[in-house]
């Protein structure tokens, strides 16, 4: 079946570093890829998508480019901030119900 | 406007009780979801609501799970003769049309004792 492997963390940053997180998936057919973000004490909130090959999401300075030949949707921010410092999930989501198939997520801490 | 609304915020209950977890998705948003957190199994989908069209729960992990959507709004996810496994936080999101974005409530975290 479908499924989202995503590095696996915690993530720990300085503030102003580069950041990557590195997610693939398997999946039948043509899925949409998204980045959502559950920052402490709050709900999962959608960051970014990308609905088809080549297209790029971004949002906040983050970027991730849904990449078909390599069946990946890495996450990217030039610059990270304390405010960033959360758990980020990649997920995919197709067929008729467009259920959301995620990753396991990866903790980001970014320290001042 | 409101959002994805989820009640309780948090229920405690012992192993072998019943619970009843509520939903209320954003108003006209026609498609519901309800998702599962839990620390040995992250986010999985349980079951999935689109108007008047039969459900897909093809997530529902046992027969102890069961939900229902009355009148194309309000859910209830029911969980029958609770076990320790089933302590997770249950995710509810709602979408304009399946395509369309999923708005999350904040969730009920749920604990078995």
């Known amino acids: 079946g479908d499924s989202v492997t995503q590095m696996e963390g915690p993530v720990t940053l300085s503030e102003e570093a580069f950041l990557t997180i590195n997610c693939t998936y398997t999946?039948?057919?043509?899925?949409?890829l998204f980045w959502y973000v559950q920052y402490p004490g709050e709900g999962l909130q959608l960051l970014l998508k990308?609905?088809?090959?080549?297209d790029k999401g971004s949002n906040k300075g983050f970027e991730a480019t849904y990449r078909k030949e390599t069946t990946s949707f890495h996450l990217e921010k030039g610059s990270v901030q304390v405010s960033d410092s959360a758990v980020y999930f990649c997920?995919?989501?197709?067929?008729?119900?467009?259920?959301?198939?995620f990753g396991t997520g990866t903790l980001l801490a970014v320290q001042p | 406007g409101a959002g994805v609304s989820q009640s309780p915020s948090n229920k405690v209950t012992e192993k072998g009780k019943d619970v009843e977890l509520r939903c209320d998705p954003i108003?006209?948003?026609?498609?519901l979801y309800w998702y599962r957190q839990s620390l040995g199994q992250g986010l999985e989908f349980l079951i999935y609501?689109?108007?008047?069209?039969?459900?897909?729960k093809s997530g529902l992990p046992s027969d102890r799970f069961s939900a229902e959507r009355t009148g194309g709004s309000v859910s209830t996810l029911t969980i029958q003769r609770t076990q320790q496994e089933d302590s997770a936080v249950y995710l509810c999101?709602?979408?304009?049309?399946?395509?369309?974005?999923?708005?999350f409530g904040p969730g009920t975290r749920l604990t078995v004792t």
């Open positions: 999101a709602s979408s304009s049309q399946p395509i369309n974005e999923q708005y």
């Open positions: 999946a039948t057919g043509y899925p949409s």
């Open positions: 990308a609905t088809k090959a080549d």
């Open positions: 997920a995919l989501s197709g067929g008729a119900t467009n259920k959301l198939i």
């Open positions: 108003s006209g948003h026609t498609a």
């Open positions: 609501f689109q108007g008047n069209s039969a459900p897909d």
